[in-house]
C-alpha cells in the first residue's frame, strides 16, 4: 500500500540538497541533484518503516489516493 510523506528539501551552501520528514522521524537524505535526494529519501524511507513495522511503531502516514497533488519540478 502506497502512502504519502511530506519532505523538507533544502539546498545546502555546499551546493547539494538535503531532505528530511517530520512524518518520518529520522529521515535525512543528501543527494547532488533535487531528483537524486528524492530518491535515496524514498529508499531511507522505506527502510525507516520496515524498521518502525518490525518494533510495532509504525508512522501514520496519509493513504496516497486514487487523485493528489504533486509538485513537478522541471529544469527549463
Excluded: W
Excluded at 23 to 49: H, M, N, S, W
Amino acid at each position: 500500500m502506497e502512502r504519502i510523506a511530506n519532505l523538507h528539501i533544502e539546498k545546502l551552501e555546499e551546493g547539494v540538497y538535503l531532505a528530511t520528514s517530520d512524518d518520518i522521524p529520522g529521515l535525512v537524505a543528501q543527494g547532488r541533484t533535487i531528483t537524486e535526494t528524492l530518491e535515496i529519501a524514498r529508499d531511507v524511507a522505506k527502510k525507516l518503516l520496515e524498521a518502525q513495522a518490525e518494533r510495532h511503531q509504525q508512522a501514520e502516514l496519509e493513504r496516497a489516493e486514487d487523485s493528489f497533488d504533486y509538485p513537478l519540478i522541471v529544469n527549463a
